[in-house]
């Protein structure tokens, strides 16, 4: 998940903090990161991947920290390429974990067998049954949950995001907190200190090279440029400035094989992370993560940065699942679209 090797490029600024300073805040944490952890944890689809995040849902009140648990919601098209990779990989290792089984080497199977399993809308409504039982709050992204948390954290719902995914610092986010444990220490990585990162330097960079710089990496959004990670895009950016210049020069290089229509790729990538489809917890409306300005026309990559409105067949069977209470505070709240 998120962008190859950033965090390890980001090394020399994580901090190790307690998450006890963010007592009397609230903290935002993506769902899916801890169910993904809590499944793999045990080959079940039965309650203890509940309970691993549930103890750590009391870990965050025990400490007088209020959590806002953000889970994904509808299909975005963006990712259609990504998660059919996904996909054929869970088949695979399925498949090859089945057979071990069978031979009798269990203990062989079960690397093969965790990377099989992905979390699927019932287990995740388990986990919001769980949430309403100890009176603690959630939100169903239109879509993902990273654009939904950034835009919390935007408009100063929550302090800081608890997650596994890099893609959030791309999406601009201010105070990431990773690695956390039940004890409550994890670490911090907050992007005012992107200037200090020694591994590469990024001083004086905006967001936006910085995103262009992760991006050029390999994103979720977007066909990745062989044998192109971080520092080799970061070495570029540095040296051509732009990123067309860097498409340019990658293009007649013929050691580089770019994929074809990148740069247009690239482009509509961008917009995913700058203007997807959010939930305003304040108006009740869908919007934008960003304010679209009135130059820029977006109508034509709308299943890029999701549908708008969001229509009932890109609805996930999460939401279906969560009807009783969701589809009439989030739904039907959804319908009320800004002109």
């Known amino acids: 998940m998120g962008i ?3 965090l390890q490029k980001l090394k020399s600024i994580q901090t190790k903090i307690s998450i006890s300073k963010y007592a009397g805040s609230t903290v935002g944490v993506d769902a899916y990161c801890w169910l993904h952890k809590g499944i793999h944890g045990e ?29 994904d919601g509808g299909y975005l098209p963006a990712k259609y390429r990504i998660e059919l990779i996904r996909e054929q990989k869970r088949q695979e290792y399925s498949k090859i974990g089945r057979e071990l089984f069978k031979k009798g080497r269990v203990r062989e199977s079960f690397p093969f067998l965790k ?8 287990m995740a409504h388990k986990f919001i049954e769980a949430l309403r039982a100890e009176n603690v709050e959630y939100v169903v992204a239109p879509y993902e949950a990273d654009a939904q948390l950034a835009y919390l954290e935007k408009k100063k719902h929550i302090a800081a995001i608890i997650t596994e995914d890099s893609d959030l610092l791309v999406f601009g986010c201010k105070t990431v907190i ?18 200090d990162v020694e591994e590469i330097n990024m001083l004086g960079w905006t967001d936006k090279k910085f995103r262009h710089m992760s991006m050029l990496a390999g994103c979720d959004y977007l066909p990745s440029i062989p044998g192109i990670g971080i520092k080799s895009a970061h070495k570029y950016l540095r040296k051509y400035e732009t990123v067309d210049k860097v498409i340019q020069y990658l293009k007649g290089n013929n050691k580089v094989k770019v994929p074809p229509n990148y740069e247009n790729d690239f482009k509509k990538a961008e917009l995913v992370f700058l203007y997807q489809r959010v939930f305003d917890i304040e108006t009740e409306r869908l919007v934008t993560l960003n304010p679209v300005s009135e130059d ?37 709240t959804w319908i009320k679209i800004s002109p």
């Open 43 to 71: 080959i079940t689809w039965n309650k203890p991947y509940v309970e691993y995040c549930i103890k750590r849902v009391r870990m965050l009140k025990k400490f007088n920290v209020r959590p806002l648990i953000v889970f």
């Open 4 to 6: 190859n090797r950033l």
């Open 178 to 195: 990773y690695k956390l444990e039940l004890n409550g220490n994890g670490i911090e990585i907050c992007r005012d200190k992107f200037g």
């Open 115 to 122: 990377k099989s399993v992905d979390v699927t809308p019932d």
């Open 296 to 332: 820029l026309d977006i109508s034509l990559d709308t299943d890029y940065i999701g549908s708008y409105p969001i229509t009932y067949a890109l609805l996930s069977a999460l939401v279906i699942l969560c009807c009783k209470d969701v589809l009439t505070r989030i739904i039907v």
